[in-house]
């Protein structure tokens, strides 16, 4: 299949919207005390980090540039969720909240990429897995969020 300009579009704005994720939780990490919720939230900005060098590996596989940052709008919801931290003082239930937030929003943009019929298998098939992984985060997400209410 013929790997086109909007694809590559596409698929960097995934990049970008996986950098924020990735400084989100880093940042989710330092506003929480529970040593369970610091490491969750390690894991989730690992594997975020991971999806963006797929992502990054498959965009100059077709000789498109990637992306080397993440957004404005990224920058914006986490200093918000900095501030609602600030006057929440580290409210692990608030914080957990915002990550499911953001997931749920990011899963949207990864089912709208994935109804292209047009992409290449190997991007179809990295999308897909990203896809389940953000679902799995967001259902372990939600487990943690009963515990922590």
């Known amino acids: 299949m013929k790997y086109s300009?909007?694809?590559?579009?596409?698929?960097?704005?995934?990049?970008?919207?996986?950098?924020?994720?990735?400084?989100?939780?880093?940042?989710?990490m330092d506003n929480v005390d529970s040593s369970t919720l610091k490491m969750f939230f390690k894991r989730r900005a690992s594997e975020r980090s991971e999806f963006a060098k797929e992502l990054r590996t498959e965009i100059l596989r077709y000789g498109e540039i990637p992306e080397d940052s993440g957004s404005f709008k990224g920058t914006v919801h986490r200093n918000w969720m900095?501030?609602?931290?600030?006057?929440?003082?580290?409210?692990?239930?608030?914080?957990?909240?915002?990550?499911i937030r953001g997931e749920e929003k990011n899963l949207e943009e990864y089912k709208d990429i994935l109804k292209d019929r047009?992409?290449?298998?190997?991007?179809?098939?990295?999308?897909?897995?990203?896809?389940?992984?953000?679902?799995?985060?967001?259902?372990?997400?939600?487990?943690?969020?009963?515990?922590?209410?």
Request: without cysteine; aromatic residues 4%.
């Open 5 to 28: 300009k909007e694809i590559s579009n596409k698929l960097n704005e995934l990049l970008i919207k996986n950098y924020d994720a990735e400084k989100g939780y880093l940042n989710a």
């Open 82 to 99: 900095s501030l609602k931290t600030l006057f929440s003082s580290n409210d692990e239930e608030a914080i957990l909240e915002e990550a």
């Open 118 to 149: 047009t992409l290449p298998p190997s991007i179809d098939s990295i999308l897909i897995k990203q896809k389940n992984a953000i679902q799995a985060a967001i259902n372990t997400e939600k487990v943690h969020e009963e515990l922590v209410s």
